[in-house]
């Protein structure tokens, strides 16, 4: 099932990360996909600010491959696995453990190869103009299907 969405500029994209984040629950995996300027970590850091009772900084995790934040809606943890340079580190960093418990969002997700997780939402962010992006939810999972129809039906 995909559902297709066009953003004019970066607060329609928040708006979306924000209806998004109403229908999440532990356990959820959010691959996020894109070309490098896409709007994934815009994506992510507009669904975590929405989860935060303060606006807090959430710093990009492009060094530390991963941050943890605690949420009104539980530990949300943002991995940017760009620079992951072995698998195994994949292991290291709990990655594998907060799959199926914790809300985890994955940039470059390419990088888990066969590790990445089948009953994921996918959201793939494509650049059509400076600030215009088509933004598509995609998903085998019949659990997550349901859920997307009530968080973007209009
Ligand atoms: N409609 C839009 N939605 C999201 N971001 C947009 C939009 N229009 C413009 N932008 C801009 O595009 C940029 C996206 O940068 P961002 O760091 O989120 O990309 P990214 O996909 O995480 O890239 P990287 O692969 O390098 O991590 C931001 O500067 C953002 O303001
Ligand atoms: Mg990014």
Same mark, same amino acid.
């Given at each position: 099932?995909?559902? !297709?969405?066009?953003?004019?500029?970066?607060?329609?994209? !928040?708006?979306?990360?924000?209806?998004?984040?109403?229908?999440?629950?532990? =356990?959820?995996?959010?691959?996020?996909?894109?070309?490098?300027?896409?709007?994934?970590?815009?994506?992510?850091?507009? +669904?975590?600010?929405?989860?935060?009772?303060?606006?807090?900084? &959430?710093?990009?995790?492009?060094?530390? +491959? &991963? *941050?943890?934040?605690?949420?009104?809606?539980?530990?949300?943890?943002?991995?940017?696995?760009?620079?992951?340079?072995? *698998?195994?580190?994949?292991?290291?960093? =709990?990655?594998?453990?907060?799959? =199926?418990? @914790?809300? &985890?969002?994955?940039?470059?997700?390419?990088?888990?190869?066969? +590790?990445?997780? *089948?009953?994921?939402?996918? &959201?793939?962010? !494509?650049?059509?103009?400076?600030?215009?992006?088509?933004?598509?939810?995609?998903?085998?999972?019949?659990?997550?299907?349901?859920?997307? @129809?009530?968080?973007?039906?209009?």
């Amino acid at each position: 099932m995909q559902k !297709t969405l066009i953003s004019n500029d970066p607060r329609e994209t !928040t708006a979306l990360a924000t209806r998004l984040k109403e229908s999440l629950q532990n =356990g959820d995996v959010i691959l996020l996909t894109g070309e490098i300027g896409a709007g994934k970590s815009h994506f992510a850091r507009s +669904l975590i600010q929405a989860a935060m009772d303060n606006i807090e900084e &959430v710093p990009s995790p492009t060094f530390t +491959l &991963v *941050q943890t934040y605690d949420t009104t809606i539980g530990s949300i943890w943002h991995a940017d696995l760009y620079r992951l340079n072995d *698998q195994s580190d994949i292991f290291e960093l =709990g990655l594998i453990d907060a799959f =199926g418990n @914790e809300i &985890v969002l994955i940039e470059w997700p390419d990088r888990l190869g066969h +590790l990445e997780p *089948q009953d994921a939402l996918t &959201v793939e962010i !494509t650049i059509l103009e400076k600030n215009k992006r088509k933004i598509t939810f995609s998903t085998t999972s019949s659990e997550w299907r349901g859920r997307l @129809e009530k968080t973007f039906k209009r």
